[in-house]
């Protein structure tokens, strides 16, 4: 989290953060408090979950002999993480918590009033799932600026195949993207970081 905000920093990255997949909100804090400590424009702070854990797992989302993720799992309610979020500093009204599965809330005109404009520089995806992710991929490609850096937390899960999981959902979108994508980072044993840059024919 620290090196893609500094990047941002050093690269004069203007926009917000986005996160979907918040669990208990340790990233959101995390990154948070480090960009508080940085002299940079302000940012807000968008994040979206069910708050009921995964959503029920489709053909997409399962992998023969693979059990690690299951529905109902990571639920922490919406109440729990506003105040988790309070607790570790993080002042009310620089969020915005947004609930509700992601085929639905992401289209839901609440949520799109709430967003408004708002552009996004650090996009955080932590969904875990193929079917979750495909849906935060289509919301979040007209709000992404030159530079952005989108994050996936689950990247190297399923075994690390290409072919399942949040990889997936990122090929078959950045196939069509108007995007250009830059690996800058891995982080631990599951994550990976891409810079976006618009395409000069986008």
């Given at each position: 989290?620290?090196?893609?905000?500094?990047?941002?920093?050093?690269?004069?990255t203007?926009?917000?953060?986005?996160?979907?997949?918040?669990?208990?909100?340790?990233?959101?804090?995390?990154?948070?408090?480090?960009?508080?400590?940085?002299?940079?424009a302000?940012r807000?702070?968008?994040?979206?979950?069910?708050?009921?854990?995964?959503?029920?797992?489709?053909?997409?989302?399962?992998?023969?002999?693979?059990?690690?993720?299951?529905?109902?799992?990571?639920?922490?309610?919406?109440?729990?993480?506003?105040?988790?979020?309070?607790?570790?500093?993080?002042?009310e009204?620089?969020?915005?918590?947004?609930?509700?599965?992601?085929?639905?809330?992401?289209?839901?005109?609440?949520?799109?009033?709430?967003v408004?404009?708002?552009?996004?520089?650090?996009?955080?995806?932590?969904?875990?799932?193929?079917?979750?992710?495909?849906?935060c991929?289509?919301?979040?490609?007209?709000?992404?600026?030159?530079?952005?850096?989108?994050?996936?937390?689950?990247?190297?899960?399923?075994?690390?195949?290409?072919?399942?999981?949040?990889?997936?959902?990122?090929?078959?979108?950045?196939?069509?993207?108007?995007?250009?994508?830059?690996?800058?980072?891995?982080?631990?044993?599951?994550?990976?970081?891409?810079?976006?840059?618009?395409?000069?024919d986008?």
């Amino acid at each position: 989290m620290f090196h893609a905000l500094r990047f941002l920093q050093k690269s004069e990255t203007e926009g917000d953060y986005f996160e979907f997949g918040v669990f208990q909100g340790r990233s959101l804090a995390t990154a948070y408090k480090i960009h508080s400590q940085m002299d940079t424009a302000a940012r807000h702070f968008y994040a979206f979950d069910s708050f009921s854990g995964l959503p029920h797992l489709s053909a997409d989302d399962t992998l023969e002999d693979y059990s690690v993720f299951h529905e109902g799992q990571f639920a922490v309610s919406k109440a729990d993480v506003a105040r988790n979020l309070v607790n570790n500093g993080v002042p009310e009204a620089d969020v915005t918590l947004v609930e509700g599965f992601y085929d639905t809330s992401l289209t839901d005109p609440a949520t799109l009033n709430a967003v408004g404009d708002a552009k996004a520089a650090l996009v955080h995806i932590d969904c875990d799932l193929y079917s979750s992710a495909v849906p935060c991929l289509r919301f979040i490609e007209p709000r992404m600026v030159d530079g952005a850096i989108l994050m996936f937390d689950d990247w190297f899960c399923y075994r690390g195949r290409a072919d399942q999981g949040v990889h997936r959902a990122f090929d078959e979108w950045a196939a069509e993207a108007p995007y250009t994508f830059t690996e800058y980072a891995k982080y631990t044993w599951s994550g990976i970081m891409f810079i976006c840059n618009t395409r000069a024919d986008a």
